[in-house]
């Protein structure tokens, strides 16, 4: 009889051990295009046997093992009988006899090296977020490649057809095959510059998932642990990097917040009103440890070390009265020297409204408003109208209102502004 679960250790299986298989597969066969394709078709061939004969015992080096076969395959198929094709055959002790078939335990073939599997996982990474590649392409092949989702999966979290996930996908990969990039970790000179592709392809990941930009949720749940878990593997790998971990300090102290975020059905919770007893105070230990491991290094805080540590601000903050602003200010002051954003200044501009007062913050608005900056999101006349309320200009706070409303996206957020343009009467 079939096993029901088969399909779901399956699922289990790959979402945790895609990237070591389909890295391992990269390296053996020099080809990280036929890697990914090849993991695929393990995948599925897995998806058939496991539901009727069962979970193997060793269910990752099974996968490993059917998809070095799959290669042999394929090389065979281009008629590539070389080097490749004989050290890969070798590896697998089969002789150069076509294997069609797999035994029940074809995970006895496979030794696994840590050292080589973190090595593998890293390239992977840096492979994925290859600046050659768009930032969307690098969003949808480091979750499919490196986080294990499915295409579908993909499209589900983004709200885009699975069509598109997939074009991107492919796309990307005969980019990385007509570029050259070979499956390594890159040399010293350039790691830094790819580390910041692999760390802001992460953080896109979170922050769609932690504030969703359309659709009826305003957090998804599974993008934004998606996010995390991809942070804290990086960190493992390259833990003398401070904006490593500054990027998980900031993804942890952002995330222990979510239990308050939300209502019983979902709706927004606003940052004055959550109950801060409900926020993970395991989550918040894990950042500030996080964020004291980038402090430590020495070299100043980076940008995502400077948000994390304005996210500790509000962490520790017995209530929004007693957050420490003048800090928040300070650091927002600084991010904006580093990385300058309007999306900065505005987070500096509400800073400012909670240290100084309302009068203060909205010169530096309308100076965003005047340069014409964020022109497709609610954000700027969100924050705008907010201001106008608190100055008692209620008519001008409507029309801003207003405009937010017709420039948001996510449902839970429009009831948010519902509610303030009721609150004006």
């Known amino acids: 009889m079939a096993d029901p679960t088969g399909r779901e250790a399956v699922a289990a299986i790959w979402r945790i051990e895609s990237a070591r298989i389909v890295g391992a597969l990269a390296r053996y ?20 046997n496991w539901p009727r004969d069962g979970v193997p015992g060793k269910p990752a080096a099974w996968l490993l093992t059917v998809g070095k076969r799959r290669a042999i395959d394929a090389f065979r198929r281009r008629s590539a009988l070389d080097e490749r094709y004989t050290a890969l055959a070798h590896d697998l002790g089969e002789g150069g006899a076509l294997m069609t078939s797999v035994p029940d335990d074809p995970a006895d073939d496979v030794r696994w090296d840590p050292d080589q599997i973190d090595d593998d996982v890293l390239a992977l990474m840096f492979i994925s977020c290859h600046p050659v590649l768009s930032r969307e392409a690098r969003v949808a092949l480091t979750l499919r490649v490196v986080g294990g989702l499915t295409s579908d999966e993909i499209a589900k979290a983004f ?24 499956f390594e970790v890159p040399p010293a000179a350039q790691r830094a510059e790819r580390l910041g592709s692999v760390l802001s392809a992460i953080y896109v990941i979170f922050t769609e998932g932690s504030s969703a ?51 019983p059905d979902g709706e927004p919770v606003l940052l004055d009103q ?8 395991a989550a918040i230990l894990r950042g500030r440890a996080a964020l004291a491991r980038a402090e430590k290094a020495g070299r100043g805080l980076g940008a995502h070390g400077l948000q994390a540590a304005i996210a500790e601000c509000h962490a520790i903050a017995p209530s929004v009265e007693e957050t420490n602003w003048e800090r928040v200010v300070l650091l927002y002051e600084a991010l904006g020297k580093l990385v300058p954003s309007p999306v900065i ?7 400012v409204s909670m240290a100084q007062g309302p009068e203060a913050a909205l010169p530096l608005v309308d100076k965003l408003v005047a340069a014409e ?17 608190r100055l008692g200009r209620a008519d001008e706070a409507r029309v801003e209102l207003e405009a937010a409303m017709r420039l948001c996206g996510n449902e839970r957020e429009r009831a948010v ?9």
């Open 29 to 48: 066969t020099g080809d990280f295009a036929l890697a990914e394709d090849i993991a695929q078709e393990a995948l599925a061939e897995a998806l058939v």
């Open 159 to 182: 709200l885009v057809p699975t069509a598109t996930v997939q074009a991107r996908i492919t796309r990307a990969k005969k980019a990385l095959g007509a570029a050259g990039v070979a």
């Open 213 to 263: 930009s359309s659709g009826d949720d305003l957090i998804r749940f599974d993008l934004a642990g998606e996010a995390q878990r991809l942070a804290r593997v990086l960190a493992r790998l390259v833990p003398d990097e401070p904006e490593v971990h500054g990027l998980l300090a900031l993804l942890e102290l952002t995330a222990a917040r979510f239990p308050a975020r939300t209502g």
């Open 274 to 281: 959550q109950d801060r007893r409900r926020w993970d105070r």
């Open 345 to 351: 200044e505005l987070n500096r501009a509400v800073a």
């Open 373 to 389: 900056a964020l022109p497709n999101t609610h954000l700027l006349p969100t924050v705008r109208g907010e201001l106008l309320t």
């Open 417 to 425: 502004l519902r509610r303030k343009l009721d609150d004006l009467g």
